[in-house]
C-alpha cells in the first residue's frame, strides 16, 4: 500500500485544515488507518485511528473534540478534520495502515506509512 498525505500548510491559531490520505497499490477498505504527528525535537505521537469500517474512531486527548478523523473507502481516502489549530498542534503529520481492521493507537502496529505533511499554526 502507498499512502500520499497532503492538506497540511500554514494556518493562524483557530483556523482550520483538513488532511487527506490516498492509499494506492492495494485494496484500501481491509485496513486499520491512522494519523500521527511529530514536531520538532519530539517523539513521534498518535492523533487518531479509525477501523476498517469507519465504525470505530479514537483520538488522542490532546485533539479530541477539535480533530475528526474520517474514511471514504470508495476514494480510498482516510481524512483528519483539524479545526480550532492552536500552535502546538504544528508537527509533520503521517497516516499509515495496517493490514488488520481494528482502530489501535500504538504506532508501532502499522505496516505502511506516507511521507507526512507539514501543519505549521502561527499565533
Known amino acids: 500500500v502507498q499512502l500520499q498525505a497532503s492538506g497540511g500548510g500554514l494556518v493562524q491559531a483557530g483556523g482550520s485544515l483538513r488532511l487527506a490520505c490516498a492509499a494506492s497499490?492495494?485494496?484500501?477498505?481491509?485496513?486499520?488507518m491512522g494519523w500521527f504527528r511529530q514536531a520538532p525535537g519530539k517523539e513521534r505521537e498518535f492523533v487518531a485511528t479509525?477501523?476498517?469500517?469507519?465504525?470505530?474512531?479514537d483520538h488522542a486527548d490532546s485533539v479530541k473534540g477539535r480533530f475528526t478523523i474520517s474514511r471514504d473507502n470508495t476514494k480510498n481516502t482516510v481524512y483528519l478534520q483539524m479545526n480550532s489549530l492552536k500552535p502546538e498542534d504544528t508537527a509533520v503529520y503521517y497516516c499509515?495502515?495496517?493490514?488488520?481492521?481494528?482502530?489501535?493507537?500504538?504506532?508501532?502496529?502499522?505496516?505502511?506509512w506516507g511521507q507526512g505533511t507539514q501543519v505549521t499554526v502561527s499565533s
Open positions: 499509515a495502515a495496517r493490514s488488520s481492521p481494528g482502530a489501535v493507537r500504538a504506532g508501532a502496529v502499522y505496516d505502511y
Open positions: 497499490g492495494r485494496t484500501f477498505s481491509p485496513y486499520g
Open positions: 479509525i477501523s476498517a469500517s469507519g465504525g470505530n474512531t
